[in-house]
């Protein structure tokens, strides 16, 4: 995989810079079509897209995250990508940022000839640029220095002309209406404003193409007004936009055409005024809704209870309660605050206020032991950073909480330990060719079956499950969500966090939606659907009531 | 980042307190200086003769040798590694330069710091080629280093001493002269200092250094040539202490093979006292040449007042702490006050 396109003549492009000032990254292959004319024009697309994807597909393992996508982004016109969590939003992100290759499928630019993006440095030479969510910048140098580095403005004999980068950084912010002092660190910055930082980055590049991968997703309303007149004038530049988001009102506020995503497939891409919400939220889920897992049965009383929990900034006032016997799941969309309140709930991080209790016994906030000498246990969402210690044996991961029981006079019995963990891990039916084996050997459904033995094993009477099946296949999918089941009916209050909506509807006894730190709906199993979960994650309240009218019950 | 503060009428600033952050950076650097001060001060109350130019003209030539070691140090630290080694070059430099009077007597000085910037410069060589190009922790090979110069510094001298007697009085009197009752070799390491200060503010190279200490993947992805940058900076540092290991020979006379031992960690207090992160990404040449003046003046001050020299080690220890607690107390009040804003001007 080589890097195939010419980069063009140096001095081709009719730019606004002056001499002396550091060479633009050129717009590779499609520079010579979409050159000084098109950084002027009018508003308005453009005949020819600037950029197409043409029937990519990309493939992690055996889950297909993307397959035959094609969409053709236009110069002055902000595409929206709408879908699900996995939808293969992020995956398509990473295509157009030269991060992941696609496995088929092209890229083609405004000449038609196709791009080959090897590595973020290609992507940006082809004049595409991407906004993360969290941008990663130099938290200790300058905002004029995190715009130009490397490509600091020179003066002859080399050195920086720090007053020219300064005002160039100047002009670039005062072009996208943001007044952002270039002297001060970009320590401190807020996400918004990080996120202009890195915008105005993309205009210094002379970027064509500009992907915002849930921009908004931090940030307040001030913030995001101020990210949308941003957007506008990054189309009055000509610029091709393409704009990630969950929010629905934000597609219908700033987009011109959406582009909906599904189980990595396109669902659609039409212009955005041809669409309701209704269209977009029934497209975005429209699938089966999926067999539950379980019936439905009277749990007991109240176990785990939460009550006015806030953390500023994060999370506010959040209260709930888990009967022993129950499945309640905490949905909404990455970002919302979900796993900040269970962690808060079990004490890794700390909260402003409110108070968590077990059974009668209140938790001691920011001290996990308070909460697992209370019966809590909690499985975390990236099972390789914090479920596992990798290396060590799976006998050992399933023995590591339950190691006091384990022990005599202070030294591990061997045999007992061995035991334990066979027991264990046949009880969750792990597949393993040795049980002294690294937990590496394992598969990832079966390290997550590991890390559930662990905490299983200490017969927890609050279990909190954090995607419990993120990035494990199928069949193993529906094991662990057997396993939950007859945890819950063993008289376990168990709290499951899961952004898989399938998933929240086959497990959970109750579902609470989470939507920007608030709990902003709760639905019982039997009125709970994908449809409902979405709107209310995505702030459609209308959504249902539109919903009613055409879409089966 | 001393950039001056921008002009009056800058636009409106999204930001209100961002002045803040900037002013309590900056404020760094100057807190330094107060301290200096202080001590100072304090000193002179007690003992009028230490602000007699004797006494500070003594401090600062004692002052050039560490500054001059700091110096590099601080860049290799900028970059998010720990050049340990600098003791034991600063160690062989000083012998085998003072050593050449003996065996090639009549020799000019300046023959015998290119001597000593030529073992310095092999051995940041080495350094710095096994730690940016191996990619190995540098806090392990410099460690590495630290025993093998110290090795072969051994074997160089075996039982064998350089004696005042072999090294000519021209050479000796280098950390006494003076221009206009300032050291000679004051006023030439103020001017690398200068120098390295005006090369990390203004040059793309220099920069990097910085980017590089603050986030290593941010600076592969801005496509930063990372090991070229790091092995630079070893480099540097390894030939900055060769020079020092030859104001050593001149200072001391007697050179044996401990010379210099336990430099090292003086040096890293005194970068990490004079505001260089020990993470990388900030801090300033300046100010680590200011820490290792300010760690010296205490030295000299306890000297003078006449407190036992047994308490200068754990006074370093103190001045470290306060340091890093310092640094520490700001970022956390930086946290506060910016999630504090958050909230404020959250939906």
Redesign the interface.
């Known amino acids: 995989m080589s890097e195939q396109e010419q980069p063009n003549d140096e001095g081709g492009e009719g730019s606004h810079r002056r001499d002396g000032e550091p060479e633009p990254a050129k717009a590779g292959a499609q520079a010579s079509a979409a050159g000084s004319g098109a950084m002027s024009a009018a508003a308005g697309p453009t005949a020819r897209p600037i950029l197409s994807v043409r029937d990519a597909s990309k493939a992690f393992g055996a889950v297909h995250a993307l397959e035959g996508v094609s969409i053709d982004l236009y110069g002055s016109e902000v595409h929206a990508v709408v879908g699900e969590n996995g939808a293969g939003k992020s995956t398509l992100v990473k295509i157009l940022g030269g991060v992941h290759p696609p496995d088929s499928g092209t890229l083609l630019g405004s000449d038609g000839r196709p791009l080959f993006l090897n590595g973020t440095a290609a992507a940006r030479e082809a004049g595409i640029a991407i906004i993360f969510q969290e941008p990663t910048l130099f938290p200790d140098l300058s905002v004029a220095e995190n715009v130009f580095i490397a490509r600091q403005p020179r003066r002859r004999g080399g050195r920086i002309d720090h007053r020219l980068m300064r005002r160039e950084s100047r002009a670039l912010f005062e072009r996208l209406g943001v007044p952002l002092d270039p002297d001060r660190v970009a320590r401190g910055l807020s996400i918004a404003e990080q996120q202009i930082v890195e915008i105005g980055k993309a205009l210094s590049f002379d970027a064509r193409v500009v992907v915002m991968d849930e921009p908004t997703a931090a940030l307040s309303a001030t913030e995001v007004a101020r990210l949308f007149g941003v957007v506008g004038s990054l189309r009055e530049h000509g610029v091709a936009v393409v704009f990630i988001s969950h929010r629905l009102e934000e597609v219908f506020a700033i987009c011109q055409r959406v582009t909906v995503l599904r189980d990595g497939r396109l669902v659609l891409t039409q212009p955005v005024s041809e669409l309701t919400a209704g269209d977009l939220v029934r497209a975005m889920v429209g699938r089966d809704i999926a067999a539950r897992a379980h019936e439905h049965h009277d749990p007991a009383g109240a176990v785990l209870r939460v009550q006015n929990l806030s953390r500023a900034g994060i999370f506010q006032d959040i209260s709930f309660e888990v009967r022993a016997g129950e499945i309640v799941a905490l949905s909404g969309l990455v970002g919302a605050g979900r796993s900040e309140v269970a962690r808060a709930a079990f004490g890794i991080d700390e909260y402003d206020s409110g108070s968590v209790f077990v059974g009668e016994r209140r938790l001691r906030k920011g001290v996990p032991i308070d909460a697992m000498r209370a019966g809590v246990a909690m499985v975390p969402e990236d099972r390789r950073q914090q479920g596992l210690v990798m290396d060590m044996s799976i006998q050992d991961n399933i023995a590591l909480a339950s190691l006091r029981a384990l022990t005599r006079h202070g030294l591990l019995i061997g045999p007992a330990q061995r035991a334990f963990a066979t027991d264990w891990a046949a009880r969750l039916q792990v597949k393993y060719s040795r049980i002294t084996n690294p937990a590496t050997s394992l598969s990832g459904g079966n390290q997550q079956k590991v890390v559930l033995a662990k905490w299983l094993s200490r017969e927890p009477s609050v279990i909190i499950v954090d995607e419990p099946t993120r990035g494990i296949d199928i069949a193993t999918k529906a094991e662990v969500h057997r396993l939950l089941v007859e945890l819950s009916r063993s008289g376990v209050a168990v709290l499951v966090i899961s952004s898989e909506l399938p998933e929240v509807l086959a497990v959970a006894d109750r579902i609470l939606v989470m939507r920007e730190g608030r709990v902003v709906a709760e639905l019982a199993q039997a009125e709970a659907s994908e449809e409902r979960i979405m709107a209310a994650a995505t702030g459609q309240a209308d959504v249902p009531v539109a919903i009613k009218d055409g879409s089966p019950a | 980042?001393s950039?001056p503060?921008?002009p009056a009428g800058?636009?409106?600033?999204?930001?209100s307190p961002?002045r803040l952050?900037?002013v309590v950076?900056r404020a760094r650097t100057f807190g330094i200086v107060v301290v200096l001060g202080v001590v100072v001060a304090i000193s002179a109350l007690i003992q009028s003769r230490f602000v007699g130019g004797g006494e500070l003209r003594f401090i600062l030539s004692q002052t050039s040798l560490y500054a001059l070691v700091a110096v590099g140090e601080a860049m290799v630290i900028m970059t998010r590694n720990v050049d340990l080694s600098v003791g034991s070059v600063v160690g062989l430099s000083a012998y085998v330069s003072a050593n050449m009077f003996g065996t090639h007597p009549g020799i000019p000085t300046i023959l015998v710091f290119a001597v000593g910037l030529g073992v310095g410069l092999a051995c940041g060589v080495v350094t710095g080629a096994i730690t940016a190009i191996g990619r190995v922790p540098s806090l392990v090979v410099t460690l590495a280093m630290l025993y093998i110069i110290r090795g072969i510094d051994t074997i160089v001298v075996g039982s064998g001493v350089v004696l005042a007697s072999t090294e000519p009085s021209s050479f000796l009197n280098l950390p006494t002269d003076t221009v206009l009752g300032i050291p000679d070799i004051a006023l030439a390491v103020a001017v690398v200092v200068a120098i390295a200060a005006y090369y990390l503010?203004?040059?793309?190279s220099g920069?990097?250094l910085?980017?590089i200490?603050?986030?290593p993947?941010?600076?592969r992805?801005?496509?930063?040539p990372i090991a070229k940058r790091v092995f630079t900076a070893f480099v540097i540092s390894g030939a900055l202490s060769g020079v020092a290991g030859v104001i050593w020979a001149a200072q001391y006379a007697t050179i044996e093979s401990t010379a210099a031992t336990g430099l090292e960690l003086q040096i890293i207090a005194a970068v990490v006292v004079g505001g260089v992160?020990i993470f990388g990404?900030?801090g300033s040449v300046v100010g680590a040449a200011l820490g290792a003046l300010l760690l010296q003046t205490i030295n000299s001050a306890l000297n003078v007042i006449g407190v036992s020299s047994i308490w200068i080690e754990a006074i370093y220890g103190l001045m470290l702490i306060a340091a890093i607690t310092l640094d520490r107390g700001i970022q956390v009040r930086?946290a506060a006050?910016?999630?504090?804003?958050?909230?404020r001007?959250?939906?």
């Open positions: 980042m950039a503060a921008p800058d636009p409106a600033e999204l930001a961002r952050v900037d950076l503010n203004s040059f793309r920069r990097d910085y980017a200490g603050s986030d993947d941010a600076a992805r801005a496509g930063i992160a990404g900030s930086l006050a910016l999630r504090k804003r958050r909230v001007l959250g939906a």
